[in-house]
Nanobody
Framework: EVQLQASGGGLVQAGGSLKLSCERSGFDRDDYATAWFRQAPGKEREGIAFISDLDGRKYYVDSVKGRFTISSDGAKSTVYLQMNSLKPEDTAVYYC??????????????????????RGQGTQVTVSS
């Protein structure tokens, strides 16, 4: 059974850093992809970063480019999101979601949360000003 579990959220001051982890279990192939999403109150869930197990390609939404970095460990069992230079507008519940890489054949399809089969529970990130 495929499962995802996100952790690492918390309260941080503007300009600070956090590192989120998405532990993946039941992933028994090499062709998955995982993305980080976030959802602020009253807003739609948005995709912010994507990584492919198949070829290592990464995508970021413009609002986090240069500040956030997505990565995975050597065994690809955990996907990370290093968040630097955090801003109050980064405050949201953060989720990791996964599906097979073949479903994301361009640099926009990965941003749609409903395209993913598996989703972990969220972790709250709060950035104070």
């Amino acid at each position: 059974e495929v499962q995802l579990q996100a952790s690492g959220g918390g309260l941080v001051q503007a300009g600070g850093s956090l590192k989120l982890s998405c532990e993946r279990s039941g992933f028994d192939r090499d062709d998955y992809a995982t993305a980080w999403f976030r959802q602020a109150p009253g807003k739609e869930r948005e995709g912010i970063a994507f990584i492919s197990d198949l070829d290592g390609r990464k995508y970021y939404v413009d609002s986090v480019k240069g500040r956030f970095t997505i990565s995975s460990d050597g065994a690809k069992s955990t996907v990370y999101l290093q968040m630097n230079s955090l801003k109050p507008e980064d405050t949201a519940v953060y989720y990791c979601q996964s599906d097979f890489d073949r479903k994301f054949d361009d640099d926009r399809s990965w941003r749609k949360y409903y395209r993913y089969k598996w989703r972990g529970q969220g972790t709250q990130v709060t950035v104070s000003s």
